[in-house]
T-cell receptor, first 113, second 114 residues
């Protein structure tokens, strides 16, 4: 596809369950970012992958959060033992490289009951 | 602490006026600067990139960068109600070798009144 693709678009799950969110970046983009945005709030940086370098995980809020990027393309953000405060829109963005403009996906709206 | 600061607003301007959105950043090593527009319930959308001092114009939008003052701004001429959105300033900070990250401000909410 032409843009960043995220799935699912919406996810409702019970507290304590694990969830996986997927991001398929724009083809050829080496940089991939995950953000979280709560209602009415700014973007909260979670993690950044750049090529084959070790990811910048400095934004992950707890060890319940992890992310992988396989083959330098698709990324999965996993949240274990979900809590109600994890409810937010999770946004993925990609760019051709560091310092270049990011292009965002439509996000995954996560609701924890 | 590397920061990007924006006035949260809301900034209210009448239709047809010039809207001026401002952003300051803390790190003199900043390399690249971006403005994003985010409509309510939507993802951020890139509207301007600027890399060197001065002005860059694209249609009704002008980005202005002053690295000495660590200041970047976005002007919207002939503002329209459809410009009502939150505008996010983002700054690429290089923090060693080729390592860096894009730091976002919290955004300024713009309201254009008909």
């Amino acid at each position: 596809g032409a843009g960043v693709s995220q799935s699912p678009s919406n996810k409702v799950t019970e507290k304590g369950k694990d969830v996986e969110l997927r991001c398929d970046p724009i083809s050829g983009h080496t940089a991939l970012y995950w953000y979280r945005q709560s209602l009415g709030q700014g973007l909260e940086f979670l993690i950044y992958f750049q090529g084959n370098s070790a990811p910048d995980k400095s934004g992950l809020p707890s060890d319940r959060f992890s992310a992988e990027r396989t083959g330098g393309s698709v990324s999965t953000l996993t949240i274990q033992r979900t809590q109600q405060e994890d409810s937010a829109v999770y946004l993925c963005a990609s760019s051709p490289g560091g310092g270049q403009p990011q292009h965002f996906g439509d996000g995954t709206r996560l609701s924890i009951l | 602490q590397k920061e990007v600061e924006q006035n949260s607003g809301p900034l209210s301007v009448p239709e047809g006026a010039i809207a001026s959105l401002n952003c300051t950043y803390s790190d003199r090593g900043s390399q690249s600067f971006f403005w994003y527009r985010q409509y309510s319930g939507k993802s951020p959308e890139l509207i301007m990139s600027i890399y060197s001092n001065g002005d860059k114009e694209d249609g009704r939008f002008t980005a202005q960068l002053n690295k000495a003052s660590q200041y970047v701004s976005l002007l919207i001429r002939d503002s329209q109600p459809s410009d009502s959105a939150t505008y996010l300033c983002a700054v690429w900070l290089l923090y060693g070798g080729s390592q860096g990250n894009l730091i976002f401000g919290k955004g300024t909410k713009l309201s254009v009144k008909p």
